[in-house]
Structures are given as C-alpha cells and as structure tokens.
C-alpha cells in the first residue's frame, strides 16, 4: 500500500523498463490535518468539501502513474486527466521538472487514455486536478531523480552525497558528468518493481513551481500544429455529421429521400441512428449539405411544446417553503428572488470524435474527461466488452463542463457500428448550441433576518431543473448509482455536490442553503463552477440589500460579518488596489463580492457603466449594453504552481462571469432552444470585455495548491450583478439581465443547420 | 470533377473538387492544412481566419470554386511567410506569434490560429492608415474566444504592432 512516512517523505517505485521508469500511487497523498479547530455552525463545505470527496473516493484503488526518462535526457509522463485549456499539461510539467531538477521544456506530457484500474481516479472536473495529482506526481519525479543519481554515483565513481544535479545533467565533485539521457537505460529496472523512499523538495527550495510559466502547448498552438479531435487523422475515418429533430431530443422515425442524399457529390453513407439520420462524405462542408437535403419524418422530443416560461413555472411549482426565519421581536427580514436561464457551455471546439468500429473491438479518439465511464458506456451500446474498446484521450478546445460527458463519442461509436465504416464526427456549432449541454434553469431565493446591525439568518433556496450528473465519478459504479430509476440516483448525487460545495461566507447565525431538482427532460451539465454562480449571485446581491438596511458600505459590510483572515486579504486587497468608494458618474459604479471554493478565496471589484452613450452602442449582430470597463480581481488559490496560468485562468472566468450577468443565455420557444450561432449566444466579445482588467495572486499561508479553472467565476458574475444594480438603482432579478429581449432572427429548424455562406469575398478586411 | 488550383502558403496546389464546396473543407479534409479552425461554419465565429492576398477572410463562407488560380491563400501555417527572414521573431515567427508566445494568450489554443490571422490583418489596415490601433479598433475584433483569453489579445496585438 501507498503510505507517506511523513509530510515529505514518501515511498514510489522504480519499475522495470528499457529506461528508468518510476512509479508512484496516484491516491498518493498525505491525511487531511484535523481541524484544530471546529468554527461555530460550519457548514459541510468547510469541513468537508468536494474536492475531499474526489480525493477520498480514490483512496482504496492501488495505482501506478509512471515517469519515464528517455535516452534523448527528456521525461515523459502521461496524466490521466483532461487538458482543455486549464493548462494542467503545463503545471504537471513544472512538477516533474521541479523535483528532476529538469528544464520544464524537456518534459513531455500526454494524455493517458482510458485506464479502467483507475477506477474513480480519472475523472477531470470539480477543479481538482492539481489537488489531487500534486504529491503523487513529484513523488515518481523524486523516485526519478533518486534513481538517476545512484546510477550516476557508480558511473562517475562518487557518492551521491557529492553528486549535483542540474538541468538534466549530473556532475561529481571531481567535475565529471553525465546526461539522465546517458543513463537512462543503465538505471532501468529489472523485471518487477522495487520500493523507494524519497524525500521531497520543500517549499524554500522550488525554484519552478510558483515561477510564471509560459504554457507548453503555445509553440503549437499560434502555428496551427495543436491537434484536437477533427484534426487528428485516421485512415478513412471520413467527416461525419447528423441531422437532428426539429424538438429537443426528437428522434427519427424514417428517410424519406435516403437514396437522393446518398446520391449526392461526395457522400459514402446515410444511416439512421437513435440521434438522428448520419451522413458521411469526403469533406464537411458535403456532410453540411447532406444534411439539409435529408427529409426525415421526426417523433417530437419530451418537451415539445415547452418554453421558457412553462419551465419556469414548474420549477416555481416545485419550489419548497422557504425554511422559518427566528421569530424574533423587531426583527425584520430581507429577501430576494432571483431566476436564472438556461445557459450554454458550448466549446470552441464543437463535441466531435473519431470511432473506427470493427466486428472484434473498437477504438475511439476524442477530448473526455471520464473517459474510464465512456469506455464503459460505448462497450454496452457496441455489445462488445470493455476490453475490447480502446479510448484515446485527446486535447480538446475548451469544456466548461461539457467533456464531462462523451455524447459525441457514444454516438461516433454507434455511426461508425451502423455504417461499417471509421467515422470523424462534428456536431455543427447549431447542433452544439442546441443540442448540447446547458446550465439548468432556476430560481435562487434568499431570505435574511436583521435585529439591529446583526444578521440573525440566512437561508437560500435553489431550486433547478436537474444537473445531469450521470457520468458519476468517472466510472460505471458511480455513474448507474446516478442513474437510478426516477431521478433519484441523480438527485442524491446533486444533493451532495451541492452540499460538499455551498457556503454562505458570512457570520450570519444560523444559515441554511438547500437544494431542488426537477426536471430531467433537458440535456444538462455541470458548467463551470456548477451551482456557485448563481448561488453566489443571490447571496451578494441580498448582501448588498442587507448593507444598504444597515446603511453600511458594501465592502466596511463585507468586512464586518467575515471570519476567514484569507478571505478578509483578498477582500481588502481588491477594495485598495480596485480604489473602492472613488467618485463615480452617474449611470457608472462599483460592485464588490467575495467567493471561498476549491480550497481558495477569491474577491472581484467591477466598475460598470450603463450610461445610454455606452450601452446605445450599435455594433452588427451584436448585444452591446452596459460595460464593465475595469475589473480587480484577487484570488488566493493556496500554493500557486503557476501563477501565469492561474492569472489566465481568472481572466477567462472574469469573462464568463460578465456574460453570465450581462449577455448569455439560452431561450427555449417551443421545445427547442433558439440558438444556434455566436451571433445568437451572447458571450462575452472584445466590445464587451473590459479594456482594465487586473488579476492579483496573493501570497498564500497555505502550503498546498487549490483549483483553479472554476475559481474566477463567482465572484465576478455577482460583484458585475451588485455593480448594475448600484449603476441602476434598480437590483436585477433575473439572469442575464438582458434575457426578456431576443436580439436575433432564429435561424431554421428544418433543416436543423444554417446553409454554408458563399459571400466571403465580399467581406475581405 | 473540376480541378482547382490556387496558391496555399506559398505552395500552389490542385485539388480535385466540386466548386461548391466550401474553401475550409478542402483545406482541411482534403489537404490537411488543419490550422484554420471550424467554429461555426456561417462566418461568424471567425475560428477559421486565414488572409487572401494578404486581406483576413473566412474560408468557410468561400466556394473553392471562387478562388483565381493566382490567389495566394495563407493559414496560420504559412504566416511566417509573410514577412521576411529578419523580421521573424526568436522562434522564427511572425511578429505577431512572437508577441502571442511572449504574453502565453492560449489557453485551449482553439481560436487562437484565426485570432492571429485577424490580429495581423487587422494591424496591417490600420498601419495603411497611418496610425497606431486603439482601444476602439481592438473591440471590432469579431473573433470569439470561449476560453475568455481577451485581455491578453488586446495586450499580444498591441506588442505585436509594435514589433511589426
């Protein structure tokens, strides 16, 4: 079994191999410390959070991640998780580099494909890569470079005592040296592996993990060498698309004209599948074409009908009483009721994958974050055994909780099966929007007792249409426990995310947050920061109410009801740096919130101006509206491996945060949802981002990292929500603001995909 | 099937083909010049920028059939092209690639090839104006950016003008 002798000290393998191939437990990793300290009505996310469980759930599995060091003197690491741009290739590499004592450019890492002995420990989400992979990482590193200097110690004739390690090279004290490239085969195990203890850097000795670090990927990414699924090539793996129902989930009942399309220039295959009716062709644009020719009689979807507003009103229906406020004397009550539309979290990079299915086994490439549970889920839908499905995981471009799931890939598989041929299948940007994924619908209600300048309770109320969470954690035993029959299973695991990642913040006696789910007709997910930004949303905005009763500042309010000294330094950091309280015109103002997830602290200050000269701004296609124009932003992620990236990655989340409060949303008319372009979803665009923005990493007590890809959402979408409503004098009450208006025409439901343009000449710049 | 011939980075090319099909789709499926990126497919997204005759365009919204058999057609694999040996950056690039490295503006990196195109483009027309880009000019961009990487375009594009 894995143990740590103590905090630093720790036990890996060196495993036999043509070159040094070290080893350790991915579970790796030291006990939680006990809470000296139990604070007053902790809520469980302060005792126990999500990232916790993610790191508990893979405690009783035993295995191996592998560093090997290669003759040519690089390392080479494959990281069972995900990148989709949250630059874990990036700060895996510094890990590795740190404890070798290796330059971060001679690491190469790749993502590992399925391994199901993993079990629950290849799930990519809840920001808990870096937590989770920290110490059994530098521990193979460490058994690596232990294992090199006792080879180099025979070869150079010292001890290791005398020996220095330093980029890669190995010297002795009488000068002599030699390359881990040089030994990479002579300190090679034998067969079987043996144990070694090693000792890990500490803290005063990094000298790469906390250093800004450009990302490893970027060479290939600005020269257009970066693969992701559709650019991956495998033979006669042709470009594949699906015509898909009119309604949401509609399936197909016959091809009307099967032969016509299959008749048409460059197509090889039509076949109906449970999604839809598949085309195959030599180029995409004739799959596009194929697609919009196919006449299909359709069986509406299980919300035909529906729009926004039914759905609104059964969630309202389903809401429970909110929890009995104390019944005090004097005490008066604040509240706010808070809807949320759909959103999507749609990529750049549209659910695509390759799937070459044969009559004996399968193999499958696409970007997936449980790629263990997909493997699973494949091998039933193809009647094959898991063995015989082999997944490769690809870089993907962007997921925001999408790659949770592997729609493309289940339905690639089913194609190619079909059709008896390797399939390159690309959902079409309106199938994406449409079809694909969204942040539930719901209602945020929140209810707070004031006596005085005291806050008695607190309670919040969500109440959503479901958060699919049937890809479990990662695998198959969790993922059918989440897909018991009548939502239960789904429920329970919703419960608990919510409870393992909810807190209220604040001193204010005795809080209670719950969670409803209803609904399980839409295609949903966990997008990023899952429940947070709404919940956060509703909490600050009533935050700032409460303020206003006490007739305090915001932020001097803020100050007062905190107990976290992390969260009282980011706090203050953003109020001087963002110069909080300055003079403002009328129509512009300032927000302020703070956020506490993923082991780290986040406070956001916005400036917003919603003057008419600003929001009056007519730009083609476009939601202008009101402007954020300065963001500060301060975060205190525990220990930052790389603080450039970290940076990049609030930035991203300052711009999601914008467009969750300002611009994005989903409208569902008539069972299906209207959007199907960039030009109909409103993210945040360069018109809208703000022209200053400043991201702070405060230098943290704590000794170990936290997550990041999630961190910067929250805090940004409520401090913009307070800031409009301080610019406005009126508080929003549903999100985004700008939701009742459609500021597009909808593009065409049958055919299901806009027709290719032919204009582009005409449009040179 | 007709033949069509046009210059691709440099390089000139014929590829069998229906002249409806869209430039994009021979680009990257039948050439596997898989740089510029599909994001929507309608010329909206502009994943896919790449420059004709030195102008931004989208190939997903140009019939390959369009194209002149003198028309040079460049994707980010070729942008290096563009200027000359000495004005490429430490990384034998262009400018404006040596500026995106320097400030690490990727992230997932999806957009990221269609980003630079516009950005050169854009730099280009602007220095054919006589003056320096501004705030105002960045936010015309219509490139998107799921990943949210902006600030860091606008700061990569105006070190990039500069190097230009």
């Known amino acids: 079994m894995p143990y740590a002798v103590d905090r630093r000290r720790f036990v890996g393998y060196v495993i036999g191999g043509a070159t040094l191939v070290a080893a350790a437990d991915l579970v790796l990793a030291d006990p939680p410390p006990a809470n000296a300290e139990i604070p ?39 990281l069972p998780r995900a990148e989709v741009g949250q630059g874990i290739t990036t700060s895996t590499a510094m890990l590795i580099a740190e404890e070798l004592d290796l330059p971060v450019d001679r690491v190469r890492v790749t993502l590992a494909p399925a391994r199901p002995e993993l079990l629950f420990n290849q799930l990519t989400g809840g920001s808990n890569t870096t937590i989770s992979t920290y110490t059994p990482i530098r521990v193979a590193a460490a058994v690596a470079r232990v294992t090199l200097l006792d080879a180099a110690a025979i070869v150079l004739g010292d001890t290791v005592a005398g020996l ?30 043996r144990a ?40 006669d793996a042709l470009p594949t698309m699906v015509c898909r129902a009119p309604t949401l989930n509609g399936t197909p009942v016959s091809v009307r004209n099967q032969a016509q399309v299959e008749a ?84 750049m990079d549209t659910n695509s994958a390759i799937a070459d299915v044969r009559p004996d086994g399968a193999t499958i490439w696409s970007g997936l974050k449980s790629p263990i549970v997909a493997q699973q889920q494949i091998a039933l839908k ?35 099966q079909k059709m008896g041929a390797p399939v390159k299948l690309m959902w079409h940007r309106a199938d994406d929007a449409r079809v694909g994924r969204t942040h539930p619908l719901g209602t945020c209600r929140v209810q707070a007792t004031v006596s005085g300048t005291n806050v008695l309770a607190f309670n919040q109320s969500l109440t959503c249409v479901e958060t699919d969470f049937r890809h479990g954690l990662g695998e198959i035993i969790t993922a059918a426990a989440a897909d018991l029959p009548g939502g239960v299973g789904n429920l329970g695991f919703a419960e608990t995310i919510f409870a393992l990642t909810q807190e209220v913040p604040y001193d204010f006696g005795a809080v209670t947050q719950t969670l409803v789910e209803t609904d399980d007709r839409f295609n949903t997910g966990s997008m990023r920061n899952i429940y947070s930004p709404d919940v956060r949303v509703a909490s600050e905005l009533v935050v700032d109410k409460l303020a206003a009763k006490m007739r305090m500042d915001p932020y001097q309010f803020r100050r007062k009801f905190q107990r976290n000294e992390r969260l009282l330094t980011v706090l203050d950091t953003v109020a001087q740096a963002g110069e909080w ?26 400036e917003i101006d919603t003057r008419p000269a600003t929001t009056g701004r007519q730009i ?146 | 099937m007709p033949e069509q011939t046009f210059i691709v980075n440099g390089e000139r090319v014929t590829v069998d083909v229906e002249d409806d099909v869209r430039l994009l789709w021979v680009l990257r499926d039948l050439l596997g010049i898989t740089g510029p990126k599909y994001g929507c497919g309608i010329n909206v997204c502009k994943a896919c920028t790449s420059h004709i005759n030195g102008k931004a365009f989208n190939p997903c919204a140009v019939p390959v059939g369009s194209i002149g058999s003198e028309d040079e057609v460049t994707t ?89």
């Not at chain 1, 002795?172 to 592996?193: F, H, I």
């Not at chain 1, 600005?222 to 992701?228: C, H």
């Open chain 1, 264 to 347: 048409m220039p460059g197509v090889t295959h039509v076949a109906q599948v449970s999604t839809g009716v598949a085309v195959r062709a030599a180029t995409f644009g004739q799959c596009i074409d194929a697609v919009r020719a196919l006449d299909v009689a359709w069986k509406a979807g299980p919300v035909a009908g529906e729009s926004d507003a039914t759905i609104l009103r059964k969630v309202r229906s389903a809401q429970l009483p909110m929890p009995k406020l104390p019944d005090t004397p004097l005490a008066q009550t604040v509240s706010g009721d808070f809807t949320f539309w759909f959103r999507s979290n749609s990529a």
């Open chain 1, 196 to 235: 070694v203890e090693v000792e890990l850097k500490t803290e005063a000795e990094f000298s790469v993990i906390g250093t800004p670090t450009n990302r490893i990927d970027a060479l290939a990414a600005v020269t257009g060498q970066k693969d992701y699924t559709t650019d991956v090539a495998v033979p």
């Open chain 1, 581 to 606: 309280g300055r003079s403002m015109p009328t129509g512009t103002a300032q927000g302020i919130a703070i956020h506490k997830e993923y082991k780290g602290v986040s406070a956001c200050l916005v």
């Open chain 1, 164 to 193: 220095v390690a330093k980029g890669g090279v190995i010297t002795a004290r009488n000068g002599s040296s030699v390359t881990y490239g040089e030994l990479a085969v002579k300190a090679a195990g034998s067969a079987g592996s």
């Open chain 1, 620 to 765: 083609r296609d476009a939601v202008t509206g009101p402007r954020v124009t300065r963001v500060t932003f301060a975060i205190d992620v525990g220990l930052a491996i790389n603080p450039r990236g970290l940076e990049a990655q609030m930035q991203g989340g300052i711009n999601d945060g914008i467009a969750l409060a300002l611009t994005s949303s989903l409208h569902l008319r008539d069972g299906h949802f209207l959007e199907a372009s960039w030009d109909n979803y409103f993210y945040t665009r360069q018109w809208n981002t703000p022209p200053d923005v400043r991201v702070i990493v405060v230098p943290s007590e704590e000794k170990v990292p936290g997550g990041a890809g999630e961190a910067g959402v929250a805090a940004t979408f409520a401090a913009v929500a307070c800031a409009y409503a301080r610019a406005t004098g009126t508080m929003p009450t549903q999100f985004p603001i700008n939701h009742d208006q459609l500021s597009f025409e909808p593009k065409s439901f049958v055919p299901p995909v806009p027709e290719s343009p032919t204009n582009g000449l005409d449009l040179i710049s």
């Open chain 1, 40 to 78: 007053t009505l902790p809520q469980p996310a302060e005792l126990y959070d999500l990232n916790d469980m993610l790191t508990d759930a893979a405690r009783p599995t035993a295995n191996l991640i592998t560093v090997t060091i290669n003759e040519d003197g690089t390392a080479s690491f494959e």
């Open chain 2, 76 to 164: 980010i694999e070729g942008l290096p092209g563009e200027v000359t040996e000495q004005q490429r950056g430490a990384n034998g690039l262009h400018p404006m690639q040596e500026a995106w490295l320097e400030r690490d503006v990727v992230q997932c990196g999806y957009c990221q090839p269609g980003q630079i195109m516009a950005a050169v483009a854009l730099v280009n027309r602007v220095k054919a104006e006589g003056r320096q880009v501004t705030s105002a000019d960045l936010d015309t961009i219509r490139n998107i950016c799921r990943c949210g990487t902006y600030t860091r375009i606008r700061e990569a594009i105006t070190d990039g003008a500069s190097r230009m």
């Open chain 1, 382 to 416: 193809l009647g094959m055994s898991p063995d015989k499905v082999k997944v490769n995981v690809v870089t993907a471009g962007g997921s925001f909780g999408r790659r949770l799931f592997f729609d493309a890939a289940l339905e690639a598989a089913e194609i190619s």
